[in-house]
T-cell receptor, first 111, second 114 residues
Framework: GQQVMQIPQYQHVQEGEDFTTYCNSSTTLSNIQWYKQRPGGHPVFLIQLVKSGEVKKQKRLTFQFGEAKKNSSLHITATQTTDVGTYFCAGSSGSARQLTFGSGTQLTVLP | DAGVTQSPTHLIKTRGQHVTLRCSPISGHKSVSWYQQVLGQGPQFIFQYYEKEERGRGNFPDRFSARQFPNYSSELNVNALLLGDSALYLC?????????????FGDGTRLSIL
């Protein structure tokens, strides 16, 4: 079945440093979505990418979809304490009826 | 507008019992999906329903079942509970069916099996 892997599993950064999490799929994806889950909270949808090589920005967050549509990344510039949480990617292939989530990257921002 | 609401928020059961979890989607959303999230892992897809019909099923045993009502709310039922069923059960709604729909999650039901 489809597998989505994320690295790193954990990341500690000093406030103001940059952060990147990477997502890799075993199959070509038709779309990839990114979610953020705060401690004790539920996943919150951030963005969706559908085109090969697509890049989208939301303030300090930059999302990329690989040319082969098998990988993606989320980059946060100048992290803030409000960025703390676990970031998940989730993807689906054309024939799949389900969204497959990665295991997430837990971000800790030290003040 | 209200988001996705789930009940109960917490539940404690013993092995062999059954449980029913409930979910009300965002107004206007016709699709509901259920996910199981074990501590330290991403949500794992269980079911998707759209217009009262099952549109997708994940790799879960037949002890897991669900249904969607005419008002688009949904129930997840789990029979013969096992210790391994302890998890956060998340409901998510979306405008339409399909794996390309952004998921709007509720706060979840924390299920503990003793």
């Amino acid at each position: 079945g489809q597998q989505v892997m994320q690295i790193p599993q954990y990341q500690h950064v000093q406030e103001g440093e940059d952060f990147t999490t990477y997502c890799n799929s075993s199959t070509t994806l038709s779309n990839i979505q990114w979610y953020k889950q705060r401690p004790g909270g539920h996943p919150v949808f951030l963005i969706q990418l559908v085109k090969s090589g697509e890049v989208k920005k939301q303030k300090r967050l930059t999302f990329q979809f690989g040319e082969a549509k098998k990988n993606s990344s989320l980059h946060i510039t100048a992290t803030q304490t409000t960025d703390v949480g676990t970031y998940f990617c989730a993807g689906s292939s054309g024939s799949a009826r389900q969204l497959t989530f990665g295991s997430g990257t837990q971000l800790t921002v030290l003040p | 507008d209200a988001g996705v609401t789930q009940s109960p928020t917490h539940l404690i059961k013993t092995r062999g019992q059954h449980v029913t979890l409930r979910c009300s989607p965002i107004s206007g959303h016709k699709s509901v999906s259920w996910y199981q999230q074990v501590l330290g892992q991403g949500p794992q897809f269980i079911f998707q329903y759209y217009e009262k019909e099952e549109r997708g099923r994940g790799n879960f045993p037949d002890r897991f079942s669900a249904r969607q009502f005419p008002n688009y709310s949904s129930e997840l039922n789990v029979n013969a509970l096992l210790l391994g069923d302890s998890a956060l059960y998340l409901c998510a709604s979306s405008l339409a069916a399909g794996a390309n729909q952004p998921q709007h999650f509720g706060d979840g039901t924390r299920l503990s099996i003793l």
